[in-house]
């Protein structure tokens, strides 16, 4: 079966889903990367982007500098999709270790975002 999908346009000739996450085909994310980065334009680094919906396309995590209102927190996220919201903002579905329940995060609070890595990961790296 299929997965239907949402589309957003964008001021681009391409149509591409409004959400991504697990099931979205793997041919498709450096499309979707292109198209998100410039929905979000300057607002939102083009990093963040590539490093959450590659964390998503991977079942990861990333370590974000999260900023709401006037406080900044540090987040371990888990994310599941990101996605176009109704308000054309873009945003990351993803479970927070800080608030241990699964949440949406708003792209453009995100100040710093790093994929999260362990010991083995830099054992592996060497090898």
Same mark, same amino acid.
């Given at each position: 079966m299929q997965a239907e999908y949402r589309t957003v346009s964008a001021p681009? /000739? &391409?149509? %591409?889903p409004a959400q991504v996450d697990t099931t979205t085909p793997l041919t498709l994310f450096s499309t979707v990367e292109e198209v998100y980065a410039r929905i979000a334009g300057n607002a939102i680094s083009r990093e963040i982007v590539? &490093? &959450?919906l590659e964390a998503t396309r991977d079942s990861g995590a990333v370590v974000v500098l999260y900023r709401h209102d006037s406080? /900044? /927190?540090a987040r371990v996220l888990?994310?599941?999709a990101v996605f176009v919201s109704r308000e054309h903002a &873009? %945003?990351?579905?993803?479970y927070c270790t800080y608030r241990q329940q699964y949440r949406n995060f708003r792209l453009d609070?995100?100040?710093a975002c790093h994929p999260l890595t362990t010991p083995d990961d830099y054992e592996a790296a060497r090898a």
């Amino acid at each position: 079966m299929q997965a239907e999908y949402r589309t957003v346009s964008a001021p681009v /000739t &391409l149509i %591409v889903p409004a959400q991504v996450d697990t099931t979205t085909p793997l041919t498709l994310f450096s499309t979707v990367e292109e198209v998100y980065a410039r929905i979000a334009g300057n607002a939102i680094s083009r990093e963040i982007v590539h &490093l &959450l919906l590659e964390a998503t396309r991977d079942s990861g995590a990333v370590v974000v500098l999260y900023r709401h209102d006037s406080e /900044t /927190t540090a987040r371990v996220l888990w994310p599941v999709a990101v996605f176009v919201s109704r308000e054309h903002a &873009l %945003v990351c579905r993803a479970y927070c270790t800080y608030r241990q329940q699964y949440r949406n995060f708003r792209l453009d609070r995100m100040a710093a975002c790093h994929p999260l890595t362990t010991p083995d990961d830099y054992e592996a790296a060497r090898a």
